[in-house]
């Protein structure tokens, strides 16, 4: 057997009685739809539930796989006293996983497990497959126990995503397995204002963006989403989604909105797919090589649209990790590269940071306030080598990354100090927060998902260790001029 049904889910705790106290009575359609997708998951008596969730162990370079018997989790944190949930876990399944991921290299598997309890992403959609099956029981007709595979997600690119999903696909059938997939994920957490988490106007472009591609089986645009719209809505459950979609890969499917609704300012969407015919047979749904397709000309066509800017840092890195060789813009560059090099590189100094990313996700990040250099070239050089090589919050990157890198450089104006935060605005300026003993933390302007000036502050300040509430903290304000 394969994947008998693949499920999205949203899991806001307050869905569970012990949690919500009556409201739960705000998202009526969630939850008839929820029991609609715990009527069919009993219809079809799984042997296997395999549960992505965003809340469970996660890294930024490795998909966790729970090991082990099994595990229990509770709703105690949400104020519930109920026992909880316990699972057996499909161990045969969760062995051939990771045999199958180590055989062609996707960096997953059972090491790490940093909390071993059942999270609220797995919780609460087996909270209504439970009860389903114990209403079964009343009538005699509960269908035979099944046993989970849990997933957790990282920032592994939507490709790597995808692939963990063909492997369960591939496990299931190895293993003659029925299978069914839930991918639990809620959407935007930024629908309204008086929500717990704001408003942001892609909040609801988001879910407008993923009910559609629910409705119509579009896997392929779960996996080309735009990550800084996605950053903006603050979404919780996109990659929980791609990997769902892989373990669908080349299969017929009919698709199935069955709800949406954010009373709470936040995205609830429930969909089903039901394969129509064997795991392999429809080639116009191999969305992993699709993607292929697509991530190879989107990023040829952003590297022939780079700035000079981003051009110099992109082979000053590439030059470093390949190398190792510091060049001299003077005197280092290809022919091409220096004709197309603006004067002002080599006629001014400034401050610039240089920024990566890599799958949409920031890969380093590093910068001068003021100028160390003689030029601002010179500046920008060695800043893209320490942004690839020397942040501390990553991994330094190799070269098998390099083709993969997305770049910004932002050239800085001099700071300027001011007298509070009203002086400041998130999309025009950057803050550098500062404190007694040297203490100093900078964030850039217009980042996604940075959306308040009190978000902005809090962040730099917890970049440079400063509480902002200490009587020492100073502000200070920049613009910058940004190259893509």
Known sequence: MSILAAYAVPHPPLIVPGVGGGRERGIRATIDAYREVARR??????????????????????LHISGGAGARGTFAQFGDRADGSHVTYDEPFV?????????????????????????????????????????????????????????GLSDLSPRDHYRLGELVQHVAG??????VYIASGDLSHKLEAD????????????????????????????????????????????????????????????????????????????????????????????????????HADDMARRKAAESPWV?????????????????????DLPEDLAHALPDELFSTQAGAFVSLKKDGRLRGCIGTILP???????????????????????????????????????????PERISGPEELDPKRYGVIVSANRGRRGLLLPDLDGVDTVEEQIRIAARKGGINPDESSVTLERFTVTRHL
């Not at 190895?174 to 299978?179: F, G």
């Not at 060695?382 to 390099?402: H, K, M």
Request: proline letters at 7%; charged letters at 25%; aromatic letters at 8%.
């Open 41 to 62: 998951i009993a219809d079809l008596a799984p042997e296997t539930i395999v549960i992505s969730s965003p809340h469970s162990t996660s890294y930024l370079d490795y």
């Open 95 to 151: 062995d051939a996983l990771c045999r199958a991921a180590d055989a062609c290299d996707l960096p997953a598997g059972t090491a790490g497990e940093r909390n071993p309890e059942l999270d609220w992403g797995v919780l609460v959609p087996l909270h209504f497959v439970q009860k389903e099956y114990e209403l079964r029981a009343e009538t005699g007709a509960q269908p035979p126990a099944y046993r989970v595979v849990r997933i």
């Open 195 to 294: 929500g717990p988490y704001g408003f942001a106007p892609d909040g609801p472009v988001f879910d407008d963006f993923i009910c559609r591609a629910f409705a119509e089986g579009d896997f392929l645009s779960l996996l080309t989403a735009d990550p800084g719209m996605c950053e903006r809505a603050a979404e919780c459950g996109l990659r929980s989604f791609q990997i769902m979609a892989g373990a669908l890969d080349c299969t017929p499917v009919r698709s199935e909105l069955l709800s949406h609704e954010g009373p709470f300012g936040v995205g609830y969407g429930i969909a089903a797919f039901t394969p129509t015919g064997a795991a392999g047979s429809d080639e116009s749904r191999a969305i992993g090589d699709q993607y292929d397709a697509w």
């Open 372 to 414: 160390t250099r003689d030029t601002l070239a010179a500046e920008i050089c060695a800043n893209a080598i320490s942004a690839g090589c020397r942040d501390p919050r990553f991994s330094p990157v190799e070269a098998d990354e390099l083709d993969e890198l997305v770049y910004d450089v932002d050239v800085l104006s001099a």
């Open 174 to 179: 190895e293993l003659s397995r029925r299978c």
């Open 311 to 331: 051009q110099l840092a992109r082979y000053s890195l590439e030059s470093y990790v390949r190398e190792g060789r510091h060049i001299d813009p003077a005197r």
